[in-house]
């Protein structure tokens, strides 16, 4: 059975591969492995890895407002 399983969200501990700022995006290959990559590097390799691989995005989370800096607007 092949089932596809839902990703794990991104945290600071996963870092870019390319060059270690915080990870927002992860390609997990089909032949198997993963690949991090900060916005900027996302941007410049992902188009190229679309064919071999799922790929799991949360760049959403930069343009975020953090849920503190709402109460702090109240």
């Given at each position: ?12 501990a ?61």
């Amino acid at each position: 059975m092949n089932a596809l399983l839902t990703p794990t969200p991104l945290s600071a501990a996963d870092r870019c591969d390319r060059c270690g700022a915080q990870a927002y995006v992860r390609a997990t290959l089909h032949g198997g492995g993963e690949l991090f990559f900060c916005a900027h590097h996302a941007r410049k390799h992902i188009p190229a890895l679309r064919e071999l691989a799922h790929i799991h995005d949360e760049t959403d989370r930069l343009s975020a407002t953090p849920e503190s800096a709402e109460l702090e607007g109240r």
